[in-house]
Every structure is written in C-alpha cells, then in structure tokens.
C-alpha cells in the first residue's frame, strides 16, 4: 500500500512502472593520516609524495589502525540512527589491480561498525511552495574501509602512471535499503546526507574532488508487483545534477527495455553514465559473480568500542541540520522554507549566523543569503561564500539606514566578491552614497516638474500613474542615487 | 663460541670485536661454499660495525646485551638497504627501505649482522631445498638437509659460522632445522616478538625466533627480541608478572614438583625408534630431577595439519598476491597488457612450492566466507587452543619428538611432497595454539645425525621451557660445542686471534 504511493508519485509520470533506488556511498573521512599509516590525507599533493612502506603494501609491512577513522566513522553511525557494534572486524577482500598495493583491500565484510539506522528525508522543500513529504530511508550498514590509489592515462603515451598518494585515505561506505522510488529522492537523500557528514565534521565531502562517491542500484517492477527487478549498477556519478540524469536516464531504458523484450531482458550489469551522450553505458555484465575471497585479516585484532568511548562520540556529536533547522524557526522568525535552505549546508547556516551576530535584521539577512548571495557564489572556488560575513552585514546595516538604495547594493555586493573590498569603500570610490540630503533632492525634483508640466497636470486631474513617471525621472536625473523614500515624499509635498 | 664467552674476551681484552668479526667472516668464505647457509654476507657493513664498537668501548662507553656478536638473520627478515630475497626470484632484487622491528632490536643491543641465511622459498617447505637460489647443506651430514624454512639459519650457526641466527616459524620452521642441525630453537609465544619486516607467510602462525648453540644464549637473544611494538597490532605485551627476566632466570631454579606431560599422540607409527628413545630419556631425566611425567591424550592433535594447511595456505594466497611485478620486485619482460604482466612476473618469479601453496590457499578462500574452509579452520583453531589451556592447567610443560625423523637426503622430498608436510607434524599444534616451544639437541643417532627433543609451555611462559631446557642441556652438553665432524672446532677462532697477534687490548 505504501509502495504504491510512493510509485504514484514517480515523477517520470510513467505510471504502470515504479523505480527502485539503494545507494552505496563512499565518503572520505576527515582524519589528518590514512588509516593504516601516518602519511597525510592531504588533496591536491604531487604524486606519491604522501605515500610510505605501509601504504605501498612493501613486503614485511604492518597496518596499524587509526582510531581517529573508527571515532569519525562511529559518530556518522550516531548521527544516522545507527547500531554501533561493540565489536567489529576488519577482513580481506582480494582482487588484483594496480591502484590496490596489496592486492586486498583492508575492508569490513560481516561485522562492520555500524548496522540499521535510518535518515528521513524531505521531497519538494527545494521550492518554496512545494508540497513537502518526509520519507524514511533505511541505512543497512556503515563500514570502515581503505581507499585504493588512481591510475593515470598520459594521453597520447603508451603508459599507464599511478598514484599512491589516495591508498590508504580512510573511508566509510554507507549502504542504504532500497527504499528510494525516483531520482529526486536519491538526490534528496544524498543531499541530507551530504549535509549531516558535514555537520558532524565526518567527512568535508567535496564531490569534485571525490571525497563524496555515490554507486547507484536501479530497477524498475511493475507497479503493485513486491519483487524487486534486475538491479543494475551505475558508477562514476560525480554531482547531484549528473546523479538525476543518469537515475532518470536508467530508468527510462530498463522501462523501455521491460517493454520491448520483458523483465529478463534487463541484464544484471554495471554501468557508467556518459555525460556527454547523456545516457548510461555498459561497464561489465555481472555474471559469473567476482569472487574477492573474504576473510579475517589477521594483521589486526577485533575493534572493540566500550560504553564510555560511545559516550563521549556521541557527546561530541554537534547541532544536525533538522535540530538547527527547529531552532531557526524559533529563533530567527524564518519560514520553513528559508530555515530548510539555510540548514541545508552547514556553511551556510554557519554564515547566516555570523552575520546575524552582528545585529543584522534576521529576516533581511536570510533575504541577501538566499536570494543575492547565490548568484555570485555559482563562480566562486569550491563553493566558498566570496564575501566576508561581517562585510555582508555592514551592507545591509547601510541599506537599512538609507546610505545606498537596495539596487545600489547588489552591485556592491557583486564587487565585493570580486575585489574584497569593504562595502564602504566600494561605495566612496564609486561614489554610490545615496542623496539623502532634503535641500539637493528638492532641487532635482523642482528641475524634473518644470519639465515634466504634463505629467503634473496628469496627477492633478488625479492619475496615479503620473507619480511613478516622476518618481522614475528623479531616479534617472539623480543616476539613481535619490533615497527613494525620501524623493516620493518631497515630491508628493511639492506636488500638493 | 658463545655469547658469553666472546663478551668475556672483549672484556678481557683478548680480542677485538673487528678481531671476531673477520675470523667469522673468514670462516664463512671458506666453509659456505659448502654449507650455502647465506644468500648475502655483510662483509663490509660488519666491519664498519664492528670498528664502531671497538670505538664505543675503547671510550668506555657503554654497549648493548648483544655487543659485537655476530648474528645471521633469515632472508624474510627485512633489513634496511641490504638485499631481502626471501629466496625467491620475484623478490630478488628487493631492497628494503626498512629495518624489521626484531633487526632495528638487534642493531641497538649492539648485535652485527653479519650476513643473510638461506631459506625455502618464502618460508614454504622444510628442507631448505625450495630456495631459488641454492641449497643449503647440513653442516653434520652435507648429503642430508639441513630442514626449514630456517634451514640457513639453524646450519649457519651448527657451522659455526656464528653464535646467533634469527628465524622465523610458522609450522616449525625454527624447531625442525634446529633439531635437523643440533641446536637451540625456539618458537615464541605468538604475538610476543613482533612481526614487522617479517614478509608474510601466514600471518596468525608466523612468529620470529632466535636460533643459537646453548640455551643460555638463545634466551638472551628472546630477551632483546620481545616487546610489544607500535607497528604490529598483533604484538603483545604479557603481564609483567608472568616475565622474569630471563638470564637470572636460568641457573639453579630447579624443576622439582613440575608435572610435564608425554601427548600420546606424538609416539605413534612413524616415530623414528631412536628419536622415541631419545625423548623417553629426557622424560626420564626430567623425573629424577624431581618432575612428574605422565602421559596425556591430546585429541585434537590430529586436526592440526589439516587446520595448519587451510590457515597457513590460505593466509599466504593473499600475502603473496601483492608480487604483481608493479612496484618492486622483478616484473616479466615479455607482455602486452597489464593483466600479462602480472600472470607472466608470478609464473616466472615463484618456484612450484609457492604456487601449490598459492593455489590451494585461492581454493580455500574461494569455497566461501561463511561456511568455507578458512571459518572452519579458525573454529577448530579455537578447540586446539581451548585443548592446550586445558592441559596447561594441569602440566607445567609438554614434552615431546621435535621430527618425526632424521635429517633426511638431500634431494628427496621432490618425490613425495606429502612426506615434506609430515616433517611439521609435531611442531604444527603449537604454532596453531600460539604457545611458545623450544627444540634442543638431546644427543646423536648412531648415525652421528643430531636429535631434538621438543619442549612447549603456556603463552608467555618462555621462562619455564628455558629452565627446563638449560638443565636437559647440563646432561647433554651445550650442542655449540659438539663441532660437526668434518668442520675446524669453532673455539679456533680465538686460537687463531691468538696465535696470529696475541695483542692485548
Ligand atoms: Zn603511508
């Protein structure tokens, strides 16, 4: 019954098929050394310069584990209403490549760290008159494991480099149920994922740098049918727009596929999407099942996590976003809409605050943070807010006592982002004050009614029109520097 | 010589330790051509070593326990900047950035590596025969074997070619080549000597060990060994109780009141009659030294070579996959793709023992996780130990055969492999068990082959089997010694200082 709501809101409109989703994410733990050496997890090295003996797999080496990872790991477990074992195991799983230095992958297999929790999500709060739904999506597991390394392909050399600098970087792979019924609930779910990572400081999730690694398991059925189809593996999704085309995409040809040659016809197979063609593309079938031969790595002994190690993670664990989004609401007078937005990335949220710390009206701030700020953020590095949060609050603060129009403050906000500069500087050199001054004004507008005398006439026969005709002619003769407010009533005293 | 007695003559001033070292180093280049106990002999880097300790003592400075003696460390054992073959082609350019955590030990208890012993081919085998690069002879009987996979180890120093030889022993590759080459083994408890820079062969069995002529030296050498060591999560550190310092242990702490049990299991079909013999007379030795023998029944005794096999084949599958000919090693000349290169480096770098081992450990693992061979194995594991806890609780010590025969010829095992894995039968339960064992020569056949007689106690009580065996020694004599027949008595290394200078120093 439940199934069947969810299908009749697929948003593919294809009725008679209903979609289903489970994710295996990987995300890079935020720890200072890998997890079985001390060499540096730091991105953007040159090649195999964090590398060591342990990480490169040399004959005779040992991993040494680092508890950092199992905190970090334990405390993403917390955060999604997970089990945490009290005990768990590391195991081997073999297969040769040359990114795996020792041709096993330390990983957990069938004791991992965390089991059974949860993470609730909500569709259509991206529009502010969406009609909101919460779904629960079920999280099975939660297991510690190691990175592999990155093969380089120098095109147009017949060689293949490799860099050992990502061997050894801690992960964590959560496996999700298959409880997502379209691709704006994958994306949704990823979304508040992404953001409880960053909340609890468990990973900094930079897709772009693959911090944040998402696999996708598709299938279609037909609507009302409770076994699940041939689930199809999509890899190498690398940001929330790709990872909607590509599901969306899927869909569309296993449904297509179901139509024309019926359900066997859909292979079990893993594929990779192909931006560029904007379509999926088959990797590898997935007969004959790979067999990584598992077993206990007995290199390293149980992990054990007592009832006061617990404590204190879950003691650590900060603010989440649904809580901030709560106190948001309360505190600061937003609607749902605005607090979902703001608490929906933790720098965000962490920005709105600071500039509301500095005694800006709180709803006028989540106004230039959601509706200015975006614009000039989409060029920015990595994300990153360009402006200063105290320079953005001097900026309302100014607007708010007339120094400079709304208008006005748009561009200084955009040329704040380019130059750093202070909004007060901007505005000197540019000379943007706004003219506040009554007796200037009234020389402006006296200019503008000589010669504008029908218009005058116009408002004395009672034409409301004719007032924003003049309004707009004093803007334009004070190159938009009148203190609106201030021009309307002296010209409404000097029409009268 | 001994350890003490070297250490007396440079306190005396009779001989320098460069003095030692180029008599050993001479040694060698005269009788390895016919022992082939090591693959890499450290001439100059011992020298150098040996120069700095005449130095530091000429300055009165303090030196380590092991000052200026020369010791032979097995080719598994890494050491920084010194050639680590682990007898084996694909490794046999391997140059380790690294010292092992047992050789950074040595290095600071002021020991002088003096060279690299031969072994089988990663460890795998028990005659030393399955070496890529020679073979090794023993030093009592060059036609026989001098067993393995410490085989250069234990015949390195049989042939006096130095006082000290560390091992490593998985199934008994310490005690075997020790009891085959008439000298003192012990395979420690597991998790008691670190395994950092050992290369792995099944790394819950493999432990390293020292290999020397009396036991006194042998425990010495535990001494500077043992530690828990950040690098190796499987290292351990006892209770400082259950440790008493080892030396001082030794003399005069008699055995009286021990009870020491004889396992059944150990004296049937195919014992040799005059190794059976051998070890009844130690029994009996033991009970007018005031112990009580009885004889027990271990029944899981005869799991062990199954478990041994699935634990030990199946760690090495995986341990041995990383010789892919990318980052170290040797890689095959002749490929067109990635995947040819690694299939062609492995069946060109490994001899037939190792893909055996490879192949049946692949099988073991691929017969599956939850119920596969490898899950099972671990569960009989825990009955073996479960077994040996409960007969610790009783017996002081267990006494039993190190082999089940004499040194064997040379060139005969390639015949009949199954007879090869029958050579660990009695040392493979305690390795699987984990609990510390001991072989030490209890006399000759009257084929003038050297015998050993095995000893195991509980984890961590090394301190027991040392006792025990320094009093067997006293009936025995010390094995270093008995000199093999057709080699120079080892004492005339000093003769030789003596008579070449007779310098004081
Ligand atoms: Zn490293």
Redo the contacts with the bound molecule.
């Keep these: 019954m439940k199934q069947k709501m969810k299908g009749s809101h697929a948003a593919d409109g294809n009725h008679l098929f209903e979609t289903v989703i489970g994710l295996e994410i990987h995300a890079e733990l935020n720890t200072k050394s890998?997890i079985f050496?001390s060499?540096s997890t730091r991105f953007g090295s040159r090649p195999n310069e964090n590398?060591?003996p342990?990480?490169m797999g040399l004959p005779g080496t040992l991993p040494v584990l680092n508890e950092e990872a199992v905190r970090l790991a334990a405390r993403a477990g917390i955060a999604l209403h997970c089990s945490v074992n009290r005990v768990s195991r590391f195991d081997r799983k073999n297969y040769f490549y040359p990114d795996l230095p020792k041709a096993y992958q330390i990983t957990q297999y069938d004791l991992p760290l965390c089991e059974s929790g949860y993470l609730d999500i909500e569709t259509g709060q991206d529009r502010p008159n969406g009609k909101r739904r919460i779904h629960r999506i079920g999280i099975s597991r939660i297991h510690l494991e190691e990175d592999a390394g990155k093969l380089i392909h120098p095109e147009g050399e017949p060689v293949t480099l490799l860099d050992y600098n990502r061997a050894?970087v801690p992960l964590i792979e959560i496996v999700t149920e298959p409880d997502m019924r379209s691709p704006e609930e994958a994306a949704a779910f990823l979304k508040a994922l992404k953001s409880i990572l960053e909340y609890t400081e468990v990973s900094d999730c930079r897709m772009e740098q693959g911090s944040l690694r998402c696999d996708v398991n598709l299938s279609v059925r037909e609507m009302g049918k409770t076994d699940f189809g041939t689930k199809v593996e999509i890899k190498n999704l690398n940001s929330f727009r790709e990872i909607q085309r590509a599901l969306a995409a899927e869909a569309e040809r296993q449904r297509e596929q179901y139509c024309s040659g019926g359900p066997d016809s859909i292979l079990p197979e893993t594929r990779r999407w192909d931006n560029g063609r904007g379509r999926t593309v088959s990797m590898r079938t997935k007969e004959g099942n790979q067999d990584y031969r598992y077993f206990p790595d007995p290199d390293l002994p149980p992990v054990f996590l007592d009832r006061s190690l617990l404590c204190l993670i879950r003691n650590g664990i900060p603010e989440l976003p649904e809580q901030k989004k709560e106190r948001f609401l309360r505190e600061y007078g937003l609607n749902p809409y605005e607090a979902g937005l703001l608490t929906g990335e933790k720098a965000l949220a962490d920005y709105y605050e600071e500039v509301v710390g500095f005694g800006v009206d709180s709803r006028e701030a989540a106004h230039w943070i959601l509706d200015e700020l975006p614009r000039i953020r989409k060029d920015a590095e990595n994300g990153e807010i360009p402006v200063k949060s105290h320079y953005l609050a001097d900026l309302i603060q100014k607007i708010g006592e007339g120094r400079i129009s709304r208008n006005t403050g748009k561009d200084v906000l955009m040329e704040m982002a380019v130059t750093r500069k202070t909004p007060g500087e901007i505005i000197r050199e540019k000379g943007l004050s706004q003219i506040s001054g009554p007796a200037e004004l009234q020389k402006i507008i006296r200019d503008v009614l000589s010669r504008n005398a029908d218009a005058v006439q116009d408002y004395k026969k009672g034409s409301a029109k004719a007032i924003g005709f003049l309004m707009g002619q004093v803007m334009k003769a004070s190159r938009g520097k009148a203190n609106p407010n201030l021009a309307r009533s002296l010209l409404e005293e000097l029409l009268s | 010589m001994t350890i003490d007695e070297i250490q007396k003559g440079y306190r005396d001033k009779r001989f320098s330790v460069r003095e030692i070292v180029t008599e050993y180093l001479e040694r060698i280049r005269k009788l390895d051509g016919t022992i082939g106990a090591f693959l890499t002999v450290c001439d100059d880097s011992a020298l150098q070593k040996a120069a700095e300790l005449d130095e530091k003592r000429s300055r009165g400075e303090e030196t380590g326990p092991l000052a200026g003696i020369p010791v032979a460390v097995k080719d598994n054992i890494c050491t920084r900047g010194i050639r680590t073959t682990c007898a084996s082609r694909v490794l046999e350019d391997f140059i380790p950035p690294y010292d092992a955590t047992v050789v950074k030990k040595l290095k600071e208890a002021d020991a002088i590596l003096i060279g690299k012993a031969n072994l089988d081919e990663f460890a795998m085998g028990s005659s030393t025969e399955t070496s890529a690069f020679q073979t090794t002879r023993n030093p009592w009987d060059i036609t026989k074997v001098p067993g393995g996979s410490s085989g250069g180890s234990a015949a390195a120093v049989a042939a006096g070619f130095a006082p000290l030889a560390i091992g490593s022993d998985t199934g008994g590759s310490i005690r075997q080549p020790s009891a085959f080459c008439g000298v003192v083994g012990l395979k420690p408890t597991y998790g008691s000597v670190s395994r950092y820079g050992l290369v792995a062969f099944a790394s819950s069995l493999d432990q390293i060990g020292p290999i020397a002529g009396n036991v006194k030296d042998c425990a010495l050498a535990f001494q500077v060994l043992r530690g828990q060591d950040p690098n190796d999560s499987t290292s351990m550190q006892p209770d400082a109780a259950g440790m008493p310092s080892f030396p001082s242990c030794l003399p005069d702490q008699g055995i009286r009141g021990w009870k020491i049990g004889l396992p059944r299991e150990c004296f049937r079909h195919g014992l040799h009659p005059e190794i059976e013999e051998s070890v009844r007379e130690c029994g009996r030795l033991f009970e007018k030294m005031g112990a009580t023998i009885r004889e027990i029944s271990l029944p899981v005794w005869d799991m062990g070579m199954n478990v041994y096999y699935i634990l030990s084949s199946a760690e090495a599958s995986s341990n041995l996959a990383r010789y892919d000919g990318i980052r170290y090693g040797i890689r095959a000349k002749d490929y067109n793709n990635l995947e040819e290169m690694i299939v062609h480096t492995r069946s060109e770098g490994f001899g037939w023992e190792t893909k055996r081992r490879i192949l049946l450990g692949t099988c073991v693992l691929s017969s599956g996780y939850e119920k596969g061979y490898y899950k099972r194995a671990m569960r009989l594991r825990d009955k073996i130990r479960a077994a040996f806890r409960k007969a610790f609780q009783e017996y002081d010590l267990l006494l039993l055969p190190t082999t089940p025969t004499l040194p064997f010829d040379i060139g005969k095992q390639h015949s009949d492999p199954l007879e090869m894995y029958l050579a660990d039968i009695h040392t493979v339960s305690m390795s699987i068990a984990g609990v510390p064992a001991l072989s030490l020569p209890c006399g000759f056949s009257r084929s003038g082959l050297p015998i050993g007689v095995q000893l195991a106690a509980n984890h961590f009580e090394e301190n027991k089997l040392f006792s025990a065996a320094s009093l067997l020694e006293r009936e025995f004599g010390p094995s270093g010694r008995n000199t093999p027949p057709d080699m120079p008595p080892v004492g005339k290394i000093v003769d030789n200082i003596l008579t070449r200078g007779g310098k004081q120093y």
Excluded: E, M, Q, S
Aim: overall charge positive.
């Design positions: 890998k050496c060499c590398t060591c342990v990480c050894g």
